[in-house]
């Protein structure tokens, strides 16, 4: 039985929370800015056609997403191209909040998701055209059996991006692992997490049978992306707080933890993998 771990102290909590420093898609991992002058809006949008253009997506795929958050990729997928997709998570209000964004959107037959750990699941094999995981695996106790399974969901030929925030290399992780920012930002925030240096991630994919086809660093752009949400933690500080006492102090610390150690202690990645065969 593959271990689970539990993480909806955070992602289950009102996704209201997360309108008030999030962007309007509600995107809950690292942008891409083009300029100096885009928006957080902008960047994310970006992120989201790098991720397409990542995946080869050209019109009408089947997508698997995994660890879906509010449903950015999923809801933009279907709207943008055509793609079939399914988002799954187990926090039960992200799926509400997504079913009734993808009404709005007029894409309701095209976004389906399911409520539970990706590990848990029965999917079908070698279904899907690509599958995405952004800012998820770093929830999951055993990322080989995870991209094992998302190998399997894949067609042959179809592609794997994976996104994540990860320790610089192992000595980072020796002397940080244990230190009170990080288990704060693990025990008080998330529940659970692993950072693991990309080397492990890369060995997991390769295990996984996986062909790595690209890696990309957006450590940059996952800074600039934690600015923008601190600057929109810190003007919606008082909304913030009728969701919890210290709510808004309490977020801040986490992101001004994550945004302290980028390119000496943590980096951010994206991994774009093939199943050859
Ligand atoms: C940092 S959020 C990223 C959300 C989304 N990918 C985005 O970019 O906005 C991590 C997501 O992973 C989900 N998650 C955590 N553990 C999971 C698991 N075992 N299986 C599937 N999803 C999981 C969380 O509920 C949350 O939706």
Redesign the pocket.
Known sequence: MTV??D??QH??LDPELFGEFLDPL????SALYHADTDTLEQAQRQKLRFVADRLAVRGGERLL??????G??VVFMAEEFGCTTLG????PR?HEYIALRAATAGVADLVRTEV????HMTLPERHFDAV?????IV??PDPVAVLRRARAALRRGGHLYLSESCFRNAAARTAFDANDGTEFVREDIFGWGDLRPLSELVAAAEDAGFSIIAVDDLTEHYRRTIEDWIGNVDAAAERIDTHGTGMADKLRHYLEVANAGWGYTTKHYALTCRRAR
């Open positions: 689970t771990a993480t909806n992602y289950d509600r995107k809950y991992s997403d995994i660890g879906c958050g509010w950015s990729l799954v998570s187990p926090a992200q539970g750990h990706f590990e995405t995981m952004l800012g998820s929830h999951m």
